[in-house]
């Protein structure tokens, strides 16, 4: 069925895009404040902000998806809003150039906080797989239509407003998005085995991502994402004002070809993920768009210089990206327990940051130092390396229910005792001393969750595999001890 029939996604994504809208209107604004402030070191400005970005959510994100089981999900994201508009509102009356620094940092630490608990909440009110699909989808095509259509709005209010008005605008979306997010029928957070303090709940996540092995292919693939698609993002003014001389116009031309080539591939998804499977679309995604990036370096070397087959270059690898992305979020829902989804999301936003952060490095200075054409090779070369990664960890063979084996063990967990794999004594009784499966103990909410120290027996069985409490590590063999 169409998500648009859920009217929790379409609170949600409504919020989404309004939000989108307004962070592009402020990027606009930004680059504007940024030249008001700094002069001709403006692009120096706006590359730390970049970068300061991918730093607030590599830092922030792991810590927001580790507590966001513990705190009620709608206040916490209308909070964020809420702290988002606040800050934004700031920005207007900004005369440093730390201050931009120091409000950026929080504006999108405010971000990683809200990113991943909302991507999370997306599977859990889209539960069937082909209609979460189509929700990545539209939620893919939302993204590249704000890219389209944020500098468009930007240019239109600026014939009337000063600069600074784009961020009062960007103010009322988030608290649009605010509104939209209460009005919104949001499930309740399910609950988790995990127990412990902070510092673990942070580390949950990340060390059970880096354990699955589709996620570590992910994780590759999203890298040389990121290598393509920092090359498009940081070298595209370069590519039409410096080497094709041409003007303003064919920039935004070119960035308008790749977000159409996204567009079109978003639309497509759905219709063959299930015959390729998420692999092989993903994989063959993104090496038609490094090839893109390994064509245009060599032809630049070879002084070929047209307008309209470096364009074609740019749809492609829109396209290649958008197939490479998109399907992540099946893989990442697909992967966690239902209670340890945020962790899982915050720890995929994070990561996957990481490698941007690489890659605008990259290409900005080896465009910016050496020469456009390198920058292209690099570009390409590198988002190959990560498909030869992604292939090497990521099994051809990725089943999702596993047969393993469990040790007997002692442990002390939130549980009830109608999952199967809870049978178990219970400590000061007869059959825990002969470690059997009984269920008597001196509970008398014993159909409630609750906690106390109990016994596993050793078992063998076979059901959806995922880290978790109870699996410390992934089966590399059939039948073997997790």
Not at 174 to 188: D, G, Q, W
Not at 464 to 476: A, G, K, N, Q, T
């Amino acid at each position: 069925m169409s998500p648009f029939s859920v009217s929790a996604f379409r609170h949600l994504f409504g919020a989404q895009i309004t939000s989108l809208v307004g962070t592009g209107l402020t990027t606009v604004a930004l680059s504007l404040l940024a030249f008001d402030l700094a002069g001709e070191d403006a692009g120096l400005v706006l590359g730390s902000v970049l970068a300061l970005k991918m730093v607030a959510y590599l830092l922030i994100a792991p810590v927001a998806g580790g507590i966001a089981h513990r705190v009620p999900r709608r206040a916490w994201l209308v909070g964020l809003d809420v702290l988002r508009a606040a800050i934004v509102l700031c920005l207007p009356f900004v005369d440093q150039i730390w201050q931009i620094f120091v409000l950026v940092f929080v504006i999108n630490a405010a971000s990683a906080g809200f990113t991943p608990v909302f991507q999370a909440i997306i599977p859990e009110i889209l539960d069937d797989e082909k209609t979460y699909t189509k929700g990545l989808s539209y939620a893919r095509f939302a993204y590249d239509l704000e890219n389209l259509a944020s500098p468009a709005l930007a240019a239109a209010l600026l014939f009337v407003w000063q600069f600074d008005s784009l961020f009062i605008v960007n103010c009322l979306t988030f608290v649009v998005s605010a509104i939209l997010i209460v009005s919104a029928n949001i499930p309740a957070a399910a609950q988790t085995d995990r127990v412990g303090g902070f510092y673990e709940n942070t580390l949950f996540g990340l060390v059970a991502y880096l354990k699955t092995p589709r996620l570590r292919g992910l994780l590759a693939v999203y890298f040389a994402v990121s290598c393509v698609g920092a090359m498009i993002i940081v070298n595209t003014v370069v590519l039409t004002r410096s080497v094709l001389g041409g003007s303003e116009i064919m920039t935004t031309v070119f960035l308008g070809c790749a977000g159409a080539g996204s567009m079109c591939a978003a639309f497509l998804i759905p219709r063959v993920i299930d015959q390729l499977g998420e692999r092989r679309l993903m994989l063959s995604g993104i090496v038609f768009a490094a090839g893109a990036m390994l064509v245009g370096g060599i032809n630049m070397m070879l002084g070929f210089e047209s307008a309209v087959f470096y364009a074609v270059l740019w749809a492609i690898a829109g396209a290649g990206t958008t197939f490479a992305q998109t399907p992540g979020g099946r893989l990442v829902q697909r992967s966690a327990a239902v209670g340890d989804k945020s962790a899982f999301f915050a720890a995929n936003f994070a990561l996957s940051h990481g490698g941007w952060l690489v890659a605008y490095a990259m290409v900005g200075w080896l465009g910016g130092l050496v020469d456009l054409s390198v920058a292209f090779l690099a570009s390409g070369s590198m988002a190959l390396l990560g498909v030869g990664l992604a292939v090497s960890v990521w099994p051809r063979k990725d089943p999702l229910e596993i047969h393993h084996s469990h040790p007997g063990f002692w442990h002390d967990h939130p549980h009830d005792h109608h999952d199967p794999h809870h049978t178990h004594a219970h400590p000061g009784t007869q059959t825990h001393a002969a470690g059997t499966n009984d269920h008597a103990h001196a509970h008398s909410d014993d159909d409630q969750r609750h906690r106390h120290e109990h016994f596993h027996p050793p078992v063998t069985h076979k059901h959806r595999f995922v880290i978790d409490s109870h699996h410390s590590r992934w089966p590399v063999e059939s039948g073997e001890q997790v």
